[in-house]
């Protein structure tokens, strides 16, 4: 059962947050909070799983509130604006949900934070980079995984999720440091917290690129640099 809280200035989005959470038996709401200030106090004492937070507040601002907590639990922006998305998966949130929030994506987002916690649970070892895969030891056992099953490479905090084609392993690496373990002519670093295999792209689309089912979002300080080696990359062929 995952602990979680609500922080969000509106009486009718809080109460549709708690419709949604009502819905999952693995979530349990411990507080709902209209403003920052009441819900770092509420931090300071408690443990919390998930905190669903809003962007535009009276007062301090999501984003500035998260900015300055040390230890934050995993964070999932509720917010009516969509242009922060960016801005926001820098600050290694979870998800991001854009109101008004479908029953479906919250399921999802929910799923994702729950998948990061049992990733953290089990947290891999990064071991070795060869010529054409890695080694990640899991538990008892080393995996390996090729450079062509690799997708994309996702940072959270002071950790890094390796997803591949078969599954995804959590290890302590910041992403610069494994973003230079990877050759550089397949993996592309496309904001503070993503790498990308190039190879995987399915399609982009303004600022998201698609992977799957996974929409990563291009950094503002990266997308210049990010299209022009797409380009190159493209003429080549």
Excluded: W
Aim: with cysteine; hydrophobic share 45%; proline share 3%.
């Amino acid at each position: 059962m995952m602990k979680c809280i609500i922080v969000d200035d509106e009486p009718i989005a809080r109460e549709g947050m708690k419709m949604n959470i009502g819905e999952l038996s693995n979530l349990t709401l411990v507080g709902e909070f209209e403003d920052a200030a009441s819900a770092n106090e509420f931090l300071k004492n408690n443990q919390v799983d998930i905190m669903f937070l809003d962007i535009e507040m009276p007062g301090q601002s999501g984003l500035d509130f998260l900015r300055s907590l040390d230890d934050a639990p995993m964070v999932i922006l509720t917010t009516a604006y969509p242009q922060y998305a960016v801005e926001a998966y820098e600050l290694d949130v979870v998800d991001y949900l854009v109101k008004p929030i479908k029953l479906d994506r919250f399921i999802r987002a929910v799923a994702k934070a729950e998948t990061f916690l049992s990733l953290a649970e089990n947290t891999a070892v990064f071991e070795a980079v060869e010529d054409d895969f890695i080694f990640i030891k899991s538990e008892r056992k080393y995996v390996k995984i090729r450079f062509d099953e690799l997708l994309f490479v996702e940072g959270l905090k002071d950790y890094v999720i390796v997803h591949a084609t078969h599954g995804k392993y959590m290890t302590a690496m910041n992403v610069k440091t494994i973003h230079n373990k990877l050759p550089e002519d397949m993996f592309f670093r496309v904001s503070k917290s993503f790498i990308i295999n190039v190879n995987h792209i399915d399609d982009i689309d303004g600022n998201v690129i698609n992977i799957r089912e996974n929409e990563i979002p291009i950094g503002r300080s990266y997308r210049d640099v990010f299209l022009d080696f797409v380009n190159k990359r493209l003429l080549r062929r």
